[in-house]
């Protein structure tokens, strides 16, 4: 009893120390939070903080904010925009890193590892590098401006490190399964439809989180390879709810907000893969 006793004290610093982390983590979203249904002028005079000196006041909230947003601007659109974008990139580049990872882990073929060499390497190249490479292809091939441009755009950036997670779990899977299936008479795809990607789920689930996150929340792209503003995604709509002279960033903040519910939605389904998904190819003891 006393061992168990002194076992959990000698754990509390590690739980504060987690809790006072999260704590830090989440400031910023409760800030967001808090100041979205403040009035502007009080955005402008004092922080989100001061509504908890007097939080029973009335005139301290105001869902004028969320009004403008969802109503004064084409936010709908947008989000239907960001849907259309995000979904069909991430799963390009999951298709294509599960077949590339399956190959580079269980298929035998000549350059083979300078080839996945060669594709870990492209996980350091900046993406600004390939914006005028790209560009130059793009105008050339009528993609520029398209929803299928930034497809393969999205899907082509995020897949080296795809490919990488996905050859590393996959090849950590055991040997005598594939044995055991060639014996049967299955062929390659029905072996990577039959068992790889039944087994892989935690890693392409936690893949699927980070680039649909990534396609979601990012900004450059989208402003480099859509211009047309019909098709701009949430990101690039809530960039320009601010005018030139800064009059309305007080929008940003509901803006923000709604822009968060669809991650959070997805990353929630798919947390149990998660963790599992993050050791994924991790060197076993």
Not at 100 to 117: D, E, I, S, V
Not at 145 to 172: C, E, T
Not at 190 to 200: G, K, W
């Amino acid at each position: 009893m006393i061992q168990k006793i002194l076992k959990l004290f000698s754990r509390v610093p590690l739980h504060v120390l987690v809790i006072i982390l999260c704590i830090v983590w989440l400031l910023p979203t409760l800030g967001i939070f808090v100041s979205s249904f403040r009035p502007r002028n009080d955005i402008m005079n004092s922080g989100w903080w001061s509504v908890f000196l007097d939080p029973a006041n009335p005139q301290n909230y105001t869902v004028q904010n969320y009004v403008d947003v969802l109503f004064g601007n084409s936010i709908w659109q947008s989000f239907l925009n960001s849907f259309i974008i995000a979904v069909p990139s991430t799963f390009l580049s999951l298709f294509f890193a599960a077949l590339a990872g399956y190959a580079f882990a269980w298929l035998h073929f000549p350059g083979r590892n300078l080839l996945f060499l060669t594709i870990v390497g492209l996980i350091v190249v900046p993406l600004q590098m390939t914006f005028i490479p790209i560009l130059k292809i793009y105008s050339s091939t009528g993609l520029y401006g398209s929803y299928v441009g930034i497809w393969l755009a999205h899907a082509g950036y995020g897949m080296p490190l795809m490919i990488y997670m996905m050859r590393n779990f996959m090849g950590g899977l055991p040997k005598e399964l594939f044995e055991s299936a060639f014996i049967d008479g299955a062929s390659v795809w029905t072996a990577f439809t039959r068992l790889v990607v039944p087994l892989s789920k935690p890693v392409i689930a936690s893949l699927a989180i980070f680039q649909f996150l990534w396609i979601w929340n990012d900004l450059i792209v989208a402003l480099i390879y859509m211009p047309d503003p019909s098709k701009a995604p949430i990101t690039l709509t809530i960039a320009n709810l601010v005018g030139s002279e800064g009059q309305s960033w007080h929008l940003l903040l509901p803006a923000a907000f709604i822009s968060m519910v669809l991650p959070l939605m997805v990353f929630f389904s798919l947390q149990r893969y998660f963790v599992r998904g993050l050791t994924a190819g991790a060197v076993k003891g």
